[in-house]
């Protein structure tokens, strides 16, 4: 089956194409990744029309649409998460949400516990623990790399970029995988694709409540 | 030449919008279908709008908005022969939800897409109701984002401004004053009703920006807004009643009477006969009422939509995404931008 990947709850702006099938890895026939974390609504659509037009095929082919759910800076997030959910419903084709970090983990593979950072400005990291099978054990959560550090359970390698910021205060080996890769996105939802599973809703992991505050009584518009 | 479907998108601020626009081979337009996601309620505790709830919403609501429309349209998407959508100015994380929809939208269904100016587009919504306008007219536009005269030389080829506010609009001064006398959010309702028990030459609020040596068309409501917190403020020090719809009907006055007499005048010194009123503010029952005495009196046409056409809504979007097809106008990239403070004069960003 044809599926086309994006994400953007990273300051990389995904998109790529996919071949899956029951019997092989998923397959990247084309992509395109662009890292700028103000650009993923100028970028996405522009990315995922080249990927499909170099990989020889255009969106009526496509089988199925995963799209990363973040943790991620919001605006950047909702880009890939309405873009996936707008073409889903324009194609009539299925959306699998698949949290981000678990496709960073994929590509990290290490075979030992992982712990994967991605970057959520404030100076704090999202953060998800692996067993060594690649399971996510614990996350993902929103903490400063000090605090998170505390809370960590027992985990040999670190990946994502979150990790590379914070490497010192984190203080474990980076595996180079920076940023969750389309086959990624696409294994992670792979059992689902291939039993034509029914998707899960298209939510966002925010992890962040809005900043906003209640004003408190009536508001003086003078200093009396 | 058949007809053609416009499908308009919006969410410039709390409203997440989709309209769709039967566009006749003569230009006529007809509306199928107007569907709007509001998240106000979430920002009513807040006293505003709170950008990061109104992006969670419009991300929400946006599939099942435009599913509502297509079905309400009686439409099937892959009709539809091109897509408009709000592109600025408005609240850029909120812009952008929309504008990404959009693009999705447009390559999904292999249709042009045009990323047009909201402001445009609320004067394009009155042409829904009352048909085209005429070759040159005055909008004044006013809500709880925007406070502007606007000159319309053609909805697709010129907008000029000619004044806007310089602190608040006329709106964000509804909303503060509604607090002041602990009203509810939005403010423009509950003063309009409270107004209308009262006397509205009671209290003599001041008319901002109206002295021989301001600027002509331009308008401020923040000293308004301040002299009202003054008197409420003064009665109760002084341990008197306040009369509350008094004060409502009194700022109204003061809000109306300067609206009205600036839109009037730029009518006469700029020869145009017709003046069109929208934005939220526009379903005001003094404004609407004293702007049909005053137009009435100067011998002008005055054009005000019906309440839903003149809030933020997907209609208006759609309104003008025809006014642009029917112009032969040039689609927008997929690659297009949304702009926050994008200015009146920008009808679409290419
Ligand atoms: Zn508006």
Redesign the pocket.
């Known amino acids: 089956m044809l599926v086309l990947a994006l994400d953007t709850a990273t300051p990389a702006v995904t998109a790529g194409v996919v071949e899956l099938t029951p019997d092989s890895p998923p397959r990247l026939l084309a992509g395109r990744v662009t890292v700028n974390s103000k650009a993923h609504g100028e970028l996405l659509t522009p990315h995922l029309l080249e990927a499909l037009e170099q990989a020889g095929h255009v969106l009526a082919d496509l089988d199925a649409i995963v799209c990363g759910s973040g943790p991620g800076p919001f605006t950047g997030l909702r880009v890939g998460l309405v873009t996936a959910a707008a073409l889903g419903q324009a194609l009539n084709r299925p959306v699998y949400p698949v949290p981000t970090p678990d496709a960073i983990a994929l590509d990290a593979a290490t075979g030992r516990p992982l712990l994967v950072a991605t970057d959520a400005r404030r100076k704090e990291v999202y953060w998800a623990a692996y067993d060594a099978a690649g399971r996510r054990t614990d996350g993902p959560h929103v903490d400063r790399p000090a605090d998170l550090v505390g809370k960590l359970p027992a985990v040999s390698d670190a990946a994502g970029e979150g990790a590379e910021i914070y490497a010192d205060v984190i203080g474990l080996p980076v595996v180079e995988a920076r940023y969750p890769s389309p086959v990624s996105l696409v294994a992670v939802a792979a059992e689902e694709l291939l039993a034509g599973a029914r998707p899960a809703a298209l939510t966002p992991l925010y992890l962040r409540r809005p900043d906003a505050v209640e004003p408190a009584g009536r508001k003086r518009v003078t200093k009396a | 030449m058949t007809d053609r479907l416009i499908l308009g998108i919006e969410s ?2 709390d409203e997440t919008g989709v309209g769709i626009v039967r566009l006749g081979p003569d230009g006529a337009m007809e509306l199928l279908a107007d569907e709007v996601a509001s998240s106000v309620e979430e920002h009513a505790r807040f006293g505003g709008v709170v950008p990061e709830v109104a992006s969670r919403a419009h991300l929400e609501a946006m599939v099942p908005t435009m599913r509502r429309a297509v079905e309400k349209a009686g439409i099937e998407l892959r009709d539809v022969h091109s897509i408009a959508v709000t592109a600025g100015p408005g609240l850029a994380g909120a812009l952008l939800v929309g504008v990404s929809a959009a693009k999705a939208y447009a390559a999904a269904l292999g249709k042009p897409l045009y990323g047009v100016n ?1 402001l445009a587009g ?1 004067v394009a919504a009155d042409t829904l109701q009352h048909g085209p306008l005429p070759k040159r007219c005055l909008a004044l536009l006013v ?1 709880g ?2 406070s502007q005269l606007l000159l319309v030389e053609g909805l697709a080829e010129k907008i000029t401004e000619i004044g806007s506010t310089v602190d608040d609009a006329a709106g964000e001064a509804y909303d503060k004053v509604a607090r002041l006398l602990d009203l509810p959010y939005p403010g423009g309702p509950p003063i309009d009703k409270l107004a209308k028990q009262g006397n509205g030459c009671a209290i003599a609020f001041p008319r901002g920006l109206t002295g021989p040596r301001d600027s002509k068309y331009d308008f401020s409501f923040s000293g308004l807004k301040t002299s009202v917190a003054r008197w409420v403020e003064k009665q109760e020090r002084a341990g008197e009643e306040i009369p509350l719809a008094d004060v409502a009907a009194s700022f109204q006055e003061a809000v109306a009477d300067v609206l009205t007499a600036k839109a009037i005048r730029a009518c006469k010194d700029l020869g145009v006969d017709t003046l069109v009123i929208s ?1 939220g503010v526009a379903a005001n029952s003094r404004l609407s009422g004293l702007a049909a005495e005053r137009c009435a009196e100067a011998g002008l046409e005055l054009r005000v939509p019906r309440p839903r056409l003149c809030t ?1 809504n997907g209609a208006m979007i759609a309104a003008l995404g025809a006014h642009l097809v029917a112009a032969d106008a040039k689609p927008s990239s997929l690659d297009l931008s949304t702009t926050p403070g994008l200015p009146v004069t920008t009808i679409q960003i290419l």
Do not use: E, I, K, L
Request: with cysteine.
């Open positions: 410039s601020c909201h609320h809500s984002g925007h934005g933020d």
